[in-house]
Structure formats: C-alpha cells, structure tokens
C-alpha cells in the first residue's frame, strides 16, 4: 500500500512540476497572463514601486517568476515526499488565489463560463488531493499496535 500512495503522489505532483516549468520557460507570456487578470491594491503601489526599481522588472514579470518558481518547487517537494505537508498546505493557498483569479465562471457567460467552471472544478479536486496530503503528511508512521487486517 506504501508504495500506492507514494506513486500517487508523485503522479499528482506532476501537475505542478511541469505548470511551474511551462511558466518559468515562458515568462513573456505567463507575465501577460498575470497582467490581463491580476490587479495591485493602490495602497501597495509604493512596494512594488520599490521592488521594480531594485530589481528591473516590473511587478507582473516578478509575480510570473515567483508563480512559476511556487508551483516548480511545491510539485517537486511533494513528489520527494520533503516538507510534504508544508508545501501542500502552500499549494492549498495558491489554488485557492488562482482559481478566484483565473476562473471567475460567476462574471461569464456562454462557453467561456462552462470552460472556466469545469477548470474550477478540476481545482476543487486538486484541493481534495492536497488537503490528502498535508493530513498524511510523510505518510504512515509506524505504529507496533496497528495490524492491517
């Protein structure tokens, strides 16, 4: 049975291992995405004033490699089965963002609203999947009194 849930997992993971990958190989366009929907609070305009003139970039091409980096990093830890429960626990936060974000199917209509509702549910799923894992953790301890029957 171990090695079930350590092959689901690492098949689970995949998802984000390779989004993360697919963003950080296309930061132009992953940078477009996030300019087309994600909008910054006015009262944070100072912040990310500062960061773009300390880094070069501008706000949508940090937030894009940061995304990309999230996504790589959490797929990967949760397939070693590292920090397993951590890095869920930070999927959870991000799907839950990016699914507000990116799959508003309440302000659509048409195909375009079916579209987004289906991607919405698949992300309900992967919460299912993440909250499994961070309840799991590294999977079963070993306990002397537990007999598999």
């Known amino acids: 049975m171990p090695a079930f849930i350590t092959f689901g997992r690492v098949l689970f993971a995949i ?17 477009q995405m996030i300019t ?10 100072g912040y990310t004033t500062e960061l773009e003139g300390i880094t070069g970039m501008p706000m949508p091409q940090m937030l894009a490699i940061a995304v ?3 996504e790589l990093i959490c797929g990967l830890m949760i397939a070693l089965n590292f920090g397993a429960r951590f890095f869920a626990i930070v999927l959870i936060i991000f799907v839950i963002a990016a699914t507000f974000t990116y799959h508003d199917f309440w302000n659509q209509a048409g195909a375009e609203q079916k579209n987004n509702i289906v ?30 029957v």
Do not use: E, Q
Not at 15 to 30: E, M, P, Q, R
Not at 125 to 133: C, D, V
């Open 15 to 31: 998802l984000f291992i390779v989004s993360g990958a697919f963003k950080l190989l296309d930061i132009t366009a992953t940078t």
């Open 119 to 148: 991607h919405a549910l698949k992300n309900v799923s992967l919460l299912g999947g993440l909250l499994i894992i961070a309840g799991i953790g590294r999977g079963p301890r070993s306990d002397p009194t537990y007999t598999d």
């Open 68 to 70: 990309g980096a999230l």
């Open 36 to 45: 087309d929907k994600v909008v910054i609070p006015g009262m944070l305009t």
